[in-house]
């Protein structure tokens, strides 16, 4: 499964801090896929990839660029994220290879591999030793997020068209209702990511856990330090 990471000629700088740490906590992760506009000014390793989805014409053009690219692959299912969304812990194989077959379902339409379906109405789906798959209330805001999920591909695309940015399509209310299924889990999280950017800001916590209080390991906060810039002082 096809991991895609949107970025724009704004942020792309960001790819650098993302690749070190996919490098360093998912080192069997899938292919990666970076969807941008420019040309990156450095190298992607082995295992990444870029692919320019056009002219950067800005956050509120973006919808029309992912429903033009998403519509063209021929994959049903992938995991989609935005550049801001750093993983900081070991990433769970064994977890996104139990999530994954629940894609088989016509009725799954996007798993959340982070914990951000935690903190909102909730029933239980099917539990394991370790954790517990929960499906999000048909009410819950934010049923669609551009945090790490799986998606169903004609889901991922069925809400973008009435939405120009990103931000629109999260608080968008239509899909509450729609008789989707959508998972995520508790106790234990797939990815456990830190939320760097906030409204075109660095966050001053951007090295936080975004659905915890935990914080990264004072070895990424320097290397991603020396590896960002002076802005993330």
């Not at 790819?15 to 906590?25: D, L, S």
């Not at 040309?39 to 870029?50: C, D, I, R, S, V």
């Not at 973006?62 to 690219?69: H, Q, Y």
């Not at 009410?139 to 945090?147: E, F, P, T």
Request: charged fraction near 25%.
């Amino acid at each position: 499964m096809t991991v895609y990471i949107l970025t724009s000629d704004k942020t792309n700088y960001l790819i650098k801090g993302m690749q070190y740490c996919i490098n360093k906590y998912w080192p069997d992760a899938p292919l990666i896929k970076i969807l941008g506009y420019d040309n990156l000014n450095f190298n992607l390793p082995a295992g990444f990839e870029f692919i320019s989805l056009g002219k950067d014409m800005g956050a509120n053009n973006v919808t029309s660029d992912l429903i033009k690219f998403f519509s063209t692959i021929n994959e049903s299912n992938f995991i989609f994220t935005v550049d801001d969304f750093f993983p900081m812990r070991p990433v769970s194989s064994s977890m996104l290879d139990i999530l994954s077959n629940y894609m088989d379902s016509n009725d799954v339409s996007r798993i959340a591999l982070d914990g951000h379906v935690k903190s909102k109405p909730y029933t239980v789906y099917e539990e394991f030793n370790s954790f517990t798959v929960v499906e999000l209330s048909q009410l819950a805001d934010y049923r669609k997020s551009a945090v790490w999920s799986i998606w169903n591909k004609d889901y991922f695309l069925k809400y973008l068209p009435k939405c120009s940015n990103l931000w629109e399509w999260e608080l968008d209310t239509e899909s509450k209702f729609d008789g989707h299924i959508i998972l995520g889990t508790i106790k234990k999280h797939t990815i456990q990511a830190s939320h760097l950017i906030k409204r075109g800001n660095i966050k001053s916590d951007w090295f936080k856990d975004s659905e915890s209080d935990d914080v990264m390991h004072q070895e990424d906060i320097d290397m991603l330090k020396k590896i960002l810039g002076a802005r993330f002082e």
